[in-house]
Each structure stands twice: as C-alpha cells, then as structure tokens.
C-alpha cells in the first residue's frame, strides 16, 4: 500500500476526514459507556441477593491494573512520537510494549473475573454482577480490539510497510487507545473505588 | 520539541514521561484517600476531581486535544456533553441523586 493510497480525501475543515471520522467515533462510544455506567450506578446497591461488591473487590489489585493501563498511554504515545520522527525502531518498541501492557491488562481482568466467578459473582446470579460484567467486558472488548490494531501496526512496520509519511494510521490507533483508557480512570472510580470504603472501614 | 504534525505544537517525549509521573501519582493519591477514613465524607467529590483531573490531562495532552483543531473538540466535546446529561438524567429519574 503506497502513502497515496493510505492518504484521506480532503474535506472543506482542510482536515483529514479519517481523523474527523474518529473523533465522531469517540464522541459516539461515550454515549455508549455512559449507558453502561449509567445502568452500572442504577443497579448499585439494589441487588436482593450476593455476593456484594464490598465483598469481592480487591482494590489494591485493581490498581496496579489501573496503573499498567496509564502506563500503555505512555507507550502509546511515545510510539506516535517516534514514527513523526521517522524512529521505526522505537516505533516497533513502544508499539510492542503498549500491546503487552494490554495484554496485562487484559490477563488481569481474566484472573479477576475467574475469582469473581469462583466467588458467586455471575452475569446472571444478581444485578451487582450482570451490570459488573457487561460494563468491564465491553471496556475488556475494546482493549482487546486494540492490542489486534497495536499488533497488526507492530507486524507492518517489522514488513516495511509503515512509512513516516502513514503516522496518521498510527495517530488514530493512538486516539482509539487512549480513550480506552480515559473510560477506564472513570471506570476504576465510580465502580471500585467508590465501593472502597465498604471494604477498608 | 517532537516533529509537528497537522502544524500543531505536540509535547517533547520528556514532557510525555512528567505527565505520566502526575496521572501516576495522581492515582497512587486517589487509591490513599479512600484508606483515609477521616476524609469518607468528601471521598466522592475528591475522587471526581482527582479522576476528572486524569481524564482532562490524558484528553488534552496524550490525544493532543489542546493543540489539534478545534472541531475536533467539538465532536468530542459534544459526545461527552452528551453522554453526562444522560447519565445524569438517568441519576435523577430513578432518583439517585435525591
């Protein structure tokens, strides 16, 4: 694929319409998050039967996640960085490291949830739960979509593929991976840390 | 300074790190205070401003919110927007903030 035909039509903004298109997109996912928070922040406190959040959060835990998934951001936008600079090899670096820190990210949710599983904590046992696991596992879709993007980046630019004058690809990636975690620092507060006091007191 | 794009100013690489340093540090804070038992009478609106805090900084700095046209902000800004006055719609019909 040559820079031509990667290169977006212009628009009467001057701007590129790709860009302009993930921006919408983000815009739109937020209304999408904001339901499932919403439902999330509902359902709190009213299930009938446990277990309880109180009873399976294990803050400390959540916060590492919580920091690896700040960190990648860092990755993420040191790869952006480096392909402006025409640095493919810290290109390559930094792109690798955000997709491993997804992956952690993404293997802690799977212990996490596994525990809550093993806890009586179910998408169909009360509403704690099925609110729970609908709102973490559409944010743990999203991640997971964005290792794949990270990844296929990461196997061009090995291929020769990804050229300095494509970093807009790599822009895009970049704003779909740092919104992933800005709903994540939301996540992490109104779901787990706000239940924290019922845990620590 | 990093290369420009779209001739915009983005951030140096260091300043990328001092950023992650506070979002890092910012959560390490948010994480203590709900240990603190004499503050569980503000915890909320501490951790709404901490977490706004992060996701102002990240939005603005990391996806070059501040420096990038602001159309951009807009759409993002309008979503958002958005998004908040459901949420908060939700809140208060089905009464949770009364």
Not at chain 2, 16 to 44: K, Q
Request: charged share 10%.
């Amino acid at each position: 694929m040559t820079t031509h035909e990667t290169a977006g039509h212009t628009t009467t903004t001057g701007l590129d319409n790709r860009k302009v298109m993930m921006w919408a997109f983000i815009g739109s996912d937020c209304l999408f998050f904001a339901s499932l928070v919403s439902t999330y922040l509902l359902y709190r406190g009213k299930s009938v039967v446990g277990p309880y959040p109180y009873e399976v959060f294990n803050i400390p835990y959540t916060s590492v996640s919580a920091f690896v998934l700040l960190m990648s951001s860092l990755t993420m936008v040191l790869a952006l960085s480096a392909i402006q600079r025409g640095d493919h090899t810290r290109l390559r670096i930094w792109l690798l490291a955000t997709s491993i820190l997804g992956c952690i990210f993404l293997g802690g949710q799977y212990f996490e949830f596994t525990v809550f599983v093993e806890q009586g904590v179910t998408l169909q046992g009360n509403l704690f739960g099925s609110s729970f696991f609908t709102l973490t596992s559409f944010h743990g879709l999203h991640v997971t979509f964005g290792v794949v993007i990270l990844m296929s980046f990461f196997i061009m630019s090995l291929r020769g593929r990804l050229s300095q004058e494509q970093s807009l690809n790599i822009e895009l990636a970049g704003l779909y991976w740092h919104f992933v975690d800005i709903v994540w620092i939301v996540i992490f507060t109104v779901v787990y840390l706000i239940e924290a006091p019922n845990i620590v007191h | 300074m990093a290369t420009e794009h779209h001739n915009t100013e983005h951030p140096s690489s260091l300043k990328y790190v001092v950023i992650a340093l506070i979002l890092s540090v910012v959560t390490a804070i948010e994480v203590a205070v709900v240990y603190i038992e004499a503050l569980s009478a503000l915890l909320l609106p501490i951790l709404l401003i901490l977490s706004v805090g992060k996701f102002i900084v990240v939005v603005g700095y990391y996806m070059h919110l501040k420096f990038d046209n602001k159309l951009f902000t807009i759409l993002f800004g309008s979503g958002l927007i958005l998004a908040i006055y459901v949420l908060c719609a939700l809140m208060l019909l089905f009464g949770v903030f009364i």
